[in-house]
Structure formats: structure tokens, C-alpha cells
């Protein structure tokens, strides 16, 4: 019996110094810290109190001003978005935060690339779920998120610290700056401290926001793999299983719930193909359940209008962007606005009431390698009116690829490497402007 009982206490030591080790193994090589996800989620478990939450993903971090709701409403509001959060996270991430304070109102930012991602039992990626389920606190929460995030073949991949998609890294820089930041104590202070960031009273990051000082030039929209949305995903049943667990609990806490999108550029919306499907699907869909939908995307350009320097990229805002959306968004929900007379009923419908535009130019590399493909993003301007210059700047020598030609199609310098540029023009006049990198063979 004696020997049984030393048995069993060396192997639950055993099991101990392990999960210790393995612990310890994970939070070193853990590529986090410069994380903004950390930062929001110790801060979250910090707060006196929360008045209004707002849930979603990147867009939500890069959305609204807790500092302005502060000074406009005298209200104590909190962004929980973290980098592609799922539906599924947002839900287990609201009820973390339902369970911890006396919330009033939840806005929840219904985005188009979430609500199209995979269906959970055919994902084979879980970055953006462990970037949540990492900071959970509840293990309650954290078990049903793992068991409704993904098919049983990855439980015990979720479970574990160390795992596959678990932002583990070998990168000997990477774990320099780590092992630097643990050791003199920069790390267990929680201040983020990303690139390009903008200071607000010694605050790059407040109650979820992140500030960044990085800016669109102007006219320089481009990208390399603008994608429709894919509906199939939205209508399978995931996403609007969980959006009606996010009012099931809403109602159940008394929490007044909101659904509303933050701005994107036309250049993303438009360049997307079939935005308005998926407006006019959610639409539907939330009204059916007695809610409106407030899609800020929407809104007529004299109550709200974003320039390109104003994004951080085509589909987030930068510190300028958010103080100006920050502030109809509060005015709106303020009633200084008549309700939903003041958005378009459709993306096409607010593009085609502007002047001839070219929102930007969706650029790519062939699959050869060897052509420049260019689609002008427009509010339907016809073809003939919009033509290219093109060169390459490759060895040191600029070559000239086009010049005033409305082709979309430019052979690149076989065998070569370098900068492309390109000076889009309507109408004779210049109009955007931008460089992709290249390598041709």
C-alpha cells in the first residue's frame, strides 16, 4: 500500500514539474509580446466598471474612442476586438466580460470577412481563436469555446500551452526581446508597444483602441487579393446559430444590444463585388429577430466621409479616422440624425450618388509571373475613360512599360525583380497612384 501511495505521489509530481515546465516553456517562446490582445485583456480584467461594451474584431480595435465616448456620453465604454476574432470568440468573449461587470449596452460589429469565414468544424487554423482563448479567464467559458470552435481531432491541441497556431516562435531576435522584456519586468507591465503607434496623453492603446499613426497616401489604394464574400459561408449556419446565442444572452443579462458595422474604404467595399448581398442578407436576417441593422458604410458622405489618409490600410482606420467616426457614431446614437434616413439603402446606391471615381486600382502578379494584371475600382466608369502609366524600376534602371494605355494587362521585364509603378488617370487627369513590389521570370 506504502508503495502504491510513493508511486503516486512521485508521478503527481511529476505531472506538476511538467505542466510547470511546459508552462514556463510556452510563456517564453510565445511570440506576445507586442501583442495588443494582451494588453486589452489585462486591462479588461482591471476596470472599475464597463458601461458599454463593444465586440468584433480588428475593426473594433480600430473603431471607436473610448476617450470621446467618454467625454461625449460619460460613459465607461470597452473595445474587445482582437485580430480576426470569429463570432464565436466574440460570444465567449462577451460572456467573459458579461460574468465580470454590470454592462448596459453591447454594440456588436457584424463584419463581413467574419461572418464569411470558415464554418468551426472545418477549420484547420485556430490563430485568431487562441489569440482569444489564451486570455479567457473563466474555464468554463474557455472549455465551451473549445469544444464549439473546432471538430474533437484538435481538443487536445487547444488544450495544451504549446501547440499547433499557438504563436509559439524559434526566431532567436523574437526570443532575445522576450527573454529582455520578462527579465527587466517591460513585459509583466502590459504597455504595448507595436509600430507606428500615435500617443494619447502616453496611452497608444486605451480600453481596447489601438492608435496608429499609419496612413494611406492618397490615391494609393491597391491590393493583391481583394476577394468576393463568401455567402455560402454566412448562410451555413454558424454564424447566425451563434449571433442568436449573443441575444439570447443579451436578454438574459437585460443588455440593450446593438448591431452595427465600422466604416471600411469604398475601395475594399466596392472591390469586395457583392457587399450589397451580404448587406441586404444581414439585414434581413437581424430584422427578422426585431433589430436594426446600422451599417456605417452606408452613411450619406455629407454626415460622413473618410479620406484615403485616414485609413491605416483599406479596410481599418487609423487615429484620425477613428476620433472623426467616433463622433457621429456617438451623435447618431444621440438622435442628432433622423434614425435610418440617413443611410443609403445600398453600397451601390451611395457610390453611384458621388462624382466619377476611382476608389483605387486591384493589382496583382499573374500566376506566371510575368504580366502586371490592374482592375480600376470605380463607381462604374466606363473603361475608355481611365488609362495607365507603367514602369519598372529594376538593376538600378527604370524601364518604361506603358504609357497612357487603357490595357490592364502589362508584360513585366522577363527574369527580373523590382518595383512596379503605376499612375492611373480619368479622363486624362491624373488620379491614383502606387508601387508593388515584383519578381518576374
Not at 461625449?72 to 470568440?89: A, C, E, R
Not at 441586404?280 to 489618409?309: M, Q, T, V
Not at 490592364?408 to 509603378?421: E, F, H, M, R
Request: proline share 4%; glycine share 6%; net charge negative.
Amino acid at each position: 500500500m506504502n508503495k502504491i501511495i510513493k508511486r503516486s505521489v512521485k508521478f503527481t509530481v511529476f505531472i506538476l514539474i511538467l505542466a510547470v515546465l511546459v508552462y514556463c516553456t510556452a510563456l517564453i517562446l510565445r511570440d506576445d509580446a507586442h501583442s495588443y490582445s494582451r494588453v486589452m485583456m489585462h486591462e479588461l480584467y482591471n476596470q472599475d466598471h464597463i458601461d458599454y461594451v463593444v465586440c468584433g474584431a480588428s475593426h473594433v480595435s480600430h473603431g471607436l474612442d473610448p476617450k470621446l465616448v467618454e467625454q461625449f456620453w460619460g460613459k465607461s465604454l470597452y473595445n474587445t476586438g482582437t485580430p480576426s476574432q470569429h463570432i464565436d470568440g466574440s460570444y465567449a468573449m462577451l460572456r467573459q466580460v458579461l460574468d465580470l461587470y454590470k454592462v448596459e449596452k453591447v454594440f456588436l460589429d457584424i463584419d463581413n470577412g467574419i461572418a464569411a469565414s470558415t464554418p468551426f468544424l472545418q477549420r484547420k487554423g485556430f490563430k485568431s481563436e487562441y489569440i482569444v482563448s489564451t486570455y479567457l479567464r473563466d474555464p468554463k467559458i474557455k472549455l465551451d469555446f473549445y469544444k464549439n470552435m473546432s471538430s474533437p481531432e484538435y481538443y487536445l491541441n487547444s488544450i495544451l500551452p504549446l501547440g499547433k497556431d499557438k504563436l509559439i516562435t524559434l526566431d532567436p531576435v523574437i526570443l532575445f526581446d522576450k527573454a529582455k522584456q520578462i527579465l527587466n519586468g517591460k513585459y509583466f507591465n502590459y504597455e504595448y508597444s507595436g509600430w507606428n503607434m500615435y500617443k494619447i496623453n502616453d496611452d497608444s492603446i486605451y480600453k481596447g483602441c489601438v492608435y496608429e499613426d499609419t496612413f494611406i497616401e492618397e490615391g494609393s489604394f491597391h491590393e493583391t487579393a481583394n476577394v468576393p464574400i463568401v455567402m455560402e459561408n454566412v448562410r451555413t449556419g454558424d454564424w447566425a446559430a451563434t449571433i442568436d446565442k449573443i441575444i439570447a444572452l443579451c436578454k438574459e443579462k437585460n443588455v440593450e444590444l446593438i448591431f452595427f458595422s465600422a466604416p471600411c474604404s469604398d475601395f475594399y467595399l466596392k472591390g469586395k463585388g457583392n457587399y450589397d448581398e451580404y448587406y441586404e442578407y444581414a439585414s434581413s436576417f437581424l430584422k427578422e429577430r426585431g433589430y436594426d441593422y446600422y451599417d456605417f458604410n452606408l452613411i450619406r458622405e455629407n454626415i460622413l466621409s473618410f479620406a484615403d489618409i485616414e485609413f491605416r490600410d483599406s479596410n481599418h482606420l487609423n487615429h484620425t479616422g477613428i476620433k472623426k467616426f467616433t463622433k457621429v457614431f456617438c451623435d447618431f446614437f444621440d438622435g442628432k440624425y433622423d434614425g435610418m434616413e440617413v443611410f443609403y439603402n445600398s453600397h451601390e446606391e451611395k457610390i453611384n450618388s458621388m462624382e466619377p471615381r476611382i476608389f483605387g486600382v486591384d493589382a496583382s502578379i499573374d500566376n506566371l509571373k510575368q504580366n502586371l494584371i490592374l482592375y480600376p475600382v470605380t463607381n462604374n466608369i466606363p473603361s475608355e475613360r481611365i488609362t495607365f502609366d507603367v514602369s519598372a524600376v529594376t538593376g538600378g534602371k527604370t524601364v518604361q512599360l506603358a504609357e497612357k494605355t487603357s490595357r490592364t494587362k502589362i508584360p513585366l521585364p522577363p527574369a527580373s525583380s523590382g518595383v512596379v509603378k503605376v499612375q492611373a488617370y480619368l479622363d486624362g487627369s491624373p488620379s491614383n497612384s502606387f508601387s508593388l513590389k515584383y519578381l518576374s521570370f
